[in-house]
Each structure stands twice: as C-alpha cells, then as structure tokens.
C-alpha cells in the first residue's frame, strides 16, 4: 500500500490516536513462541518511543476487549482532545473474536470526531509506517 496522494495526506503535527489492546487484555495462547505481556509491553513501548522520535504526536490510548469499555475510553479521549487521524492496532482488527470491539472503535470515531481518517498497523512495530502514509512529511 502506497502514501495517498498530496490532496489526502493529513499535515505534519495532526494530532494522532493510538488505539491498542491492552497487552494485559490478550490472550497469548494462539501467539508465536516467547511472546507473553511483558514482551508485548516493552515492544508497544518501543513503539510509542519511535513514534516521538519520528516526530509524530500521538496519544496512546490502551483498551480491554470489552466493547463497552473501549468504546467508553475511546469517546473519552476524543472529547478531550481533537484528533485528525486514528491509528487501530491490529490486535483489535485481526482476531475474530474483536469484530464487535473493531465495529464500536470504528462508529464511535466517525460520530464523535466526524471527518477524522484511521489507519491501520499489524505489529507494534509497523505503526510509524501506518501513520506515514497518511501524514505528510
């Protein structure tokens, strides 16, 4: 998947939400070999690091699998602050049993923040990628 075209890409400093499962909220089960919480803590650790050394201000925002929950923390965080792209993790996105959650996420960020693009990583470490796509350098 390329970079949109100039007239779509969003300005440097458009304010980013960074929405994630919390690593306490998976199940490791069906996980490679060797990664638990803790590991999957230090990596979305890692992450928000790259993303503030890539210069990109983004507010990480880590929810449960309950929808109800998640749809509560998210609309939170949109009425304290105004966000121009929404960044969906893809703990959210790719597991079966998160379509409900993923279907909350998304309805609520298009009725409480209308107009606000979302992107989408697989990995921790694929999100400064995922948010320059969408966002001009």
């Given at each position: 998947m390329g970079r949109p075209t100039t007239s779509?890409?969003?300005p440097v400093g458009t304010k980013v939400l960074s929405i994630g499962l919390h690593p306490s909220a998976l199940d490791y089960s069906w996980m490679p070999d060797g990664v638990d919480e803790s590991v999957l803590t230090a990596r979305i650790g890692a992450a928000n690091a790259a993303l503030r050394d890539a210069g990109f201000d983004a507010v990480p925002?880590?929810?449960d699998n309950s929808p109800d929950s998640a749809e509560a923390t998210v609309r939170?965080?949109?009425r304290q602050q105004?966000?121009?792209l929404?960044?969906?993790g893809g703990g959210v996105r790719m597991l079966p049993e998160n379509t409900l959650l993923f279907e909350r996420?998304?309805?609520v960020l298009t009725e409480e923040a209308p107009g606000i693009r979302l992107c989408f990583n697989t990995s921790p470490e694929d999100t400064v990628e995922a948010l320059r796509r969408?966002?001009?350098a």
């Open positions: 779509t890409a969003l925002c880590l929810i939170e965080q949109l105004t966000f121009g929404a960044m969906i996420l998304v309805n969408w966002i001009q």
